[in-house]
């Protein structure tokens, strides 16, 4: 089966500019994550969907970043206005159930903000 | 195709007792490997890794064995505890991008 479809793998943009990544799960998957991976970290939970419902985005920094799930398929999180700390790689991953337990990740989206 | 494989979705042992979680490659250079846990609602958190130039590395009561002839990494955890109960992922970075296995839920039981 196809996996998590991630794009743009990679994206350099200037403080202030806005960026928007998109993902597309595994087809039949109702949820999916949205993380932020800072170098030498662990991945940053920072939303989570259920279908096309926000279960989780206590760690969304919601003055600056949104994400939506329309129709419950594919996703996209948006930036506006990037600042230096965004620099970061972003992961989607989706699974099957809502439980967490097999997630299946994209291959992430590198940004860089300088 | 799946890069990097977790074949065991879940795991059960006894407190006290060993904990083997695997992982499979596919790919290889000049890698590195890293493991993550994962508690219920929070993101993976980094636990331990290992650079493709070594075959172990060891902190604590964790264990990271990379054989790369079989393109195959382990994670022992000596010994077991309830809190370890949670999902174990592996992960390879080639510098690139990461590729994330699909996880290992262990349930440690008292």
């Known amino acids: 089966e196809a996996g998590v479809a991630q794009s743009p793998r990679y994206k350099i943009i200037e403080k202030r500019q806005s960026v928007a990544f998109w993902c597309n799960p595994i087809s039949g998957h109702a949820t999916l994550y949205w993380y932020q991976q800072i170098l030498g970290q662990g991945p940053k939970l920072l939303i989570q969907f259920q279908n096309n419902g926000v279960v989780d985005d206590s760690q969304l920094p919601k003055d600056r970043f949104s994400a939506e799930r329309l129709k419950g398929v594919d996703s996209t999180l948006k930036i506006q206005p990037a600042k230096l700390e965004d620099s970061a790689v972003y992961l989607c991953?989706?699974?099957?159930?809502?439980?967490?337990?097999?997630?299946?990740f994209g291959p992430g989206t590198r940004l860089l903000v300088l | 195709d799946q890069q990097v494989k977790q074949n065991s979705p879940s795991l059960s042992v006894q407190e006290g007792r060993i904990s083997i979680l695997n992982c499979d490659y596919t790919n290889s250079m000049f890698d590195y490997f890293l493991w993550y846990k994962k508690y219920p609602a929070e993101g993976p958190t980094f636990l331990i890794s290992i650079s493709s130039i070594k075959d172990k590395n060891e902190d604590g009561r964790f264990t990271v064995f990379l054989n790369k002839s079989a393109k195959h990494l382990s994670l022992h955890i000596v010994p077991s505890q309830p809190g370890d109960s949670a999902v174990y992922f592996c992960a390879q970075d080639t510098g690139n991008q990461f590729y994330f296995g699909t996880g290992t839920s262990l349930t440690v039981i008292p």
């Open positions: 991953a989706s699974s099957p159930n809502d439980r967490g337990e097999t997630q299946y």
